[in-house]
């Protein structure tokens, strides 16, 4: 049997929108638990922590329960990539080190069962606006985080989840925008013209449900969130599926 390969994006493990985080990192890791026996690799596409910063010898207290299941997980064997999202930008090695997860600070393109993948959180591509393309220059400044990391967490974290909060509060979430203005699909659509030979985009950050054909052997997969949709996507070597988890 053909193992298969899983999406996921956009937990926010930590967040106000959360009623309950710890109840949502436990059906994380219960999701994990039901995926393990078949799962070959499994993708997480970017915001799975709501606020994440590693200083040199410090890491955000929480998440003990997801952090053992990956590391249960990669130590058996099953191939576990971490993608940043926007809101987990500034990682280093612990991930990597402690729990043997595989780090992605750029858009990656891969060849999984004989399909060529283009995987990104999502954030930042085709996205025009001014005001976000300032913030993204910001957050990824070196300059500008060496400077924050001269700060004590106890400043630092209560800051970073004000403004996460702040910002879902007054931007929310915009339901689908329909295929000529999703600026996702718009990003896909422009670099199939470069490289027709991606037949997957898999991106998170909208929070929306989406397999969208958008040439005749390349689909847009948008992953959802782990939120309020509980959502993932599936691949067997022949199609990719996108599912909710109920347990």
Request: proline share 2%; glycine share 6%; charged share 25%.
């Amino acid at each position: 049997m053909v193992k298969k390969v899983y999406f996921l994006a956009d937990a926010h493990l930590g967040a106000k929108s959360h009623t309950n985080s710890i109840d949502v990192e436990r059906k994380l890791c219960r999701w994990l638990d039901h995926v393990k026996p078949t799962a070959h690799s499994i993708y997480l596409m970017g915001d799975i922590f709501d606020y994440w910063y590693e200083y040199k010898h410090v890491v955000p207290k929480g998440f003990t329960r997801l952090l053992g299941k990956l590391s249960e997980l990669t130590d058996s064997g099953v191939e576990i990539h971490f993608f940043i999202g926007n809101h987990d930008i500034w990682l280093t090695d612990y991930l990597s080190v402690e729990c043997g997860l595989i780090l992605h600070f750029e858009p990656y393109i891969i060849d999984i069962y004989g399909s060529k993948f283009f995987l990104a959180h999502g954030d930042g591509l085709g996205d025009e606006s001014k005001m976000f393309r300032f913030l993204r220059r910001v957050f990824h400044s070196k300059f500008l985080r060496k400077c924050f990391s001269a700060l004590h967490p106890s400043w630092t974290i209560p800051l970073a989840h004000a403004w996460s909060n702040n910002s879902r509060e007054n931007g929310g979430v915009a339901s689908y925008l329909g295929e000529d203005k999703e600026y996702l699909v718009r990003y896909a659509k422009h670099k199939i013209v470069e490289d027709s030979s991606i037949n997957y985009f898999v991106f998170g950050h909208r929070h929306i449900l989406l397999n969208l054909p958008i040439a005749e052997r390349t689909n847009v997969v948008i992953l959802g969130d782990w939120i309020s949709l509980f959502s993932y996507a599936e691949y067997d070597g022949d199609t990719i599926q996108l599912k909710q988890w109920v347990d």
